[in-house]
């Protein structure tokens, strides 16, 4: 294959509204918040798990996340050198002022966020295989977009999609007949198999629905979850808390050293699905899970709820 090294990508910066300009910038700043510091969820349970470990070596290893972390903010440089690939769930209103110019806004958010920062830049162009050296690409970042009723509101979450963390996902559909043990088994699997390789302690979560893809979205949306919530479905619930007992009885530890527990914690998020079909999917978060939330009004007052206290 022809690897081309010379080839660039072609990106032209977008002439946004005053808005929109308005917009992109605290996207930008927000990206760049993001890529430091991890949520305050995050945060604590890092420091919870810190405690529960008791041998020096893995002690030196949360100590190590600590001090990492600490430097990160003070530093404001990324909490670790993989940026990730930056994806964006998104729900507005159909009366969000600037719908028309979001792709324009987040695309753009990311390309200034890399420069800003700065962080380490990852987009790939599949089959020409070069770096855009831009973090931006051909469908990068990802855009997923829900348009929920008539209000001119929009929250999205920004996530950084670590390479090491994104590696164990799967979906698959199960016959129904398999049943939730079924699902047990495949999470258990991909666990045992791949978990080592996302950096441990890990958020896993967990996607119930039809086919692939919407098992695999919500999957994601799962790790978009706060680490102290619970499902509202009593079983799924239960669900969660078995299969967090399963992975942290694997003793990933700290990095995969080994240890008492693997995991931040396990988030299931179900939809109906089509009785002859049980769609799971799995995806992972690493210990640096850096992922947000923001919430804007249409004037563009925002909110920061899993950073508190944070002003960009
Ligand atoms: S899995 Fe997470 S902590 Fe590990 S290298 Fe990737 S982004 Fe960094």
Redesign the pocket.
Known sequence: MDTAKTQTYDYTEPVLSAKGQRMRDILTDYVVMVSHRLPDDITAKLQELQKVEVDPVQKLFYDTMMENQMLANKLKRP??????ALQFFVKCGAKFPLLGELNDILKDAVYRATKKAPLRTNALQSFDEFNTGLNIGDGIPSVFLQVDGNGSDIQMYVY?A?????LPGEAQVLMPGEGYEGVVRFVMDRMTSYGV???PPLLVGVGIGTSVETAAFNSKMALMRRVDSQNSNANAAKLEHLLEDGINNIGLGPQGIGGKKSVYGVNVVNTARHPSDLGVAVST??????RGLIKFDEDLNYELPYNKGVEL
């Open positions: 909490s670790c050198q993989d940026t990730g950084m670590g390479g090491g963390c994104t390789n996302a950096c978060g690493c210990w640096s899970h850096r």
